[in-house]
Every structure is written in structure tokens, then in C-alpha cells.
């Protein structure tokens, strides 16, 4: 199965600057997650998704970060406008519902802003 | 979910096992263990779970102690492919609200020549 794509796959922006990832997830993963990995640290989770409703946002900087999965497939993180400290790398990562046991990742969009 | 100890960096030989220790002491019942690892420039890739019983996959095999807290990734051949940091998380295997996968440091593995 194809897995799951995210692009762009690099990103440089001036700080207060806008941008934004794409996420697709694995063809019938209901569930999404949008991670933020600061280097030498592990990835923390932003947001998730079940089909196109936000299941847990509270780690996520909503007066500059902005999520959507409108028709419950691919999804897009925005971030406007961004700061220094938002330099990391976002990694998207889907699974089916209910109980499973793996999440699969993608590769990540590195953002360096300047 | 319940927090892991893991020690931040190890080495190992290539060709010989790779065993990287984790300290999980107030995990649930119900909780899993499970290991990820992440190779540079690319996303975490799931590598084995288990609940209370060793497990061996084809990647690695996972050693849990009869108490629960604590448990053991095993690379039984480690090679120069296999460097990457190793993360051991505990959750309950639901993925519905509350039941993300949460990350800590992790354990930077090194393997030489």
C-alpha cells in the first residue's frame, strides 16, 4: 500500500511569513495526526483528526497554527505567521480506528524560518 | 499515558545485539509497550509491541519483565543501517481520543563498525 505522502518536503520562510503542509494519509485511515519534532527532540503531537472532526487540539498554538481535514482524507496545517521558534520539522502520521496498534508516518515537511 | 526512562544514547558493534533497556513503572493494565524508531530525515516506523508475553517480529524481539516495568528492545544483528533513535512509548492500543502516541527522548543508537 502506498504510504502516507507529505510535501513540500523542504520549506524556508522569513519569520512572520505564512505557510503551508499537505498531508494524504494511508486509503482508509480514518484517524490523522499532525506532529511538530524540534531537533533533538522527540515529535509532539499538534492535533488529531477522526475522519474530518478534531479530536484533540490542545497542544496546538491556535492563535498561529490552523489545521483542516475538510472532507475527512488529506489534510492541511497552516501556520501565519510564523516565528523562529517554529523551526522543526511536522510529520504527519495516520492509523485506522478503534484498536490497532501502529500509527504509519510520513516522511515530514522540514520548515526553517529566518 | 504512562512515562518511559530511557537512556539517552548507546553504541553497539555491528553484528552483535543491540539491547536497549526502558523503565515504564507505573504502567496500567491495560497499557502496551511499544517501540519506534526513527532513522535521520525520515518519520518514526513502528517496530514491535506486546502487553506481557516476548514478542519477536522480524525487526527485533521485545522482552517485557514479569512486573511490567520495565522491558527490553533486542536488534539480535545489529547492522550500520540499524542507527537511529529508538523511542519506547506505552499506551492502551485505542485509537480514540486520548490514546495518541506521546513521545519522549528516546535512546540515540549508535552501531559501529
Known amino acids: 500500500e502506498a504510504g502516507v505522502a507529505q510535501s513540500p518536503r523542504y520549506k524556508i520562510i522569513e519569520k512572520r511569513q505564512s505557510v503551508a503542509f499537505w498531508c494524504n494519509p494511508i486509503?482508509?485511515?480514518?484517524?490523522l495526526y499532525w506532529y511538530q519534532q524540534i531537533l533533538g527532540q522527540g515529535p509532539k503531537l499538534l492535533i488529531q483528526f477522526q475522519n474530518n472532526g478534531v479530536v484533540d487540539d490542545s497542544q496546538l498554538p491556535k492563535d498561529r497554527f490552523s489545521a483542516e481535514r475538510l472532507k475527512g482524507v488529506d489534510s492541511t496545517l497552516k501556520i501565519q505567521p510564523a516565528k523562529l521558534e517554529d523551526s522543526a520539522v511536522y510529520l504527519c502520521?495516520?492509523?485506522?480506528?478503534?484498536?490497532?496498534?501502529?500509527?504509519?508516518f510520513g516522511s515530514g515537511t522540514r520548515l526553517t524560518v529566518v | 499515558d504512562a512515562k518511559t526512562t530511557q537512556p539517552p544514547s548507546m553504541d553497539c558493534a555491528e553484528g552483535r545485539a543491540a539491547n536497549l533497556p526502558c523503565n515504564h513503572s507505573t504502567i496500567s493494565g491495560n497499557e502496551y509497550v511499544y517501540w519506534y524508531r526513527q532513522i535521520h530525515s525520515q518519520g518514526p516506523q513502528y517496530i514491535i509491541h506486546g502487553l506481557k508475553n516476548n514478542e519477536t517480529n522480524e525487526m527485533a524481539s521485545l522482552i517485557i519483565t514479569e512486573d511490567r516495568k520495565s522491558s527490553t528492545l533486542i536488534l539480535p544483528h545489529a547492522t550500520l543501517r540499524d542507527t537511529a533513535v529508538y523511542y519506547c512509548?506505552?499506551?492502551?492500543?485505542?485509537?480514540?481520543?486520548?490514546?495518541?502516541?506521546?513521545f519522549g527522548g528516546g535512546t540515540r543508537l549508535m552501531v559501529k563498525p
Open positions: 502520521a495516520s492509523s485506522p480506528t478503534g484498536y490497532n496498534y501502529g500509527y504509519t
Open positions: 486509503s482508509g485511515h480514518a484517524t
Open positions: 512509548i506505552v499506551r492502551v492500543p485505542d485509537n480514540n481520543a486520548g490514546n495518541m502516541l506521546t
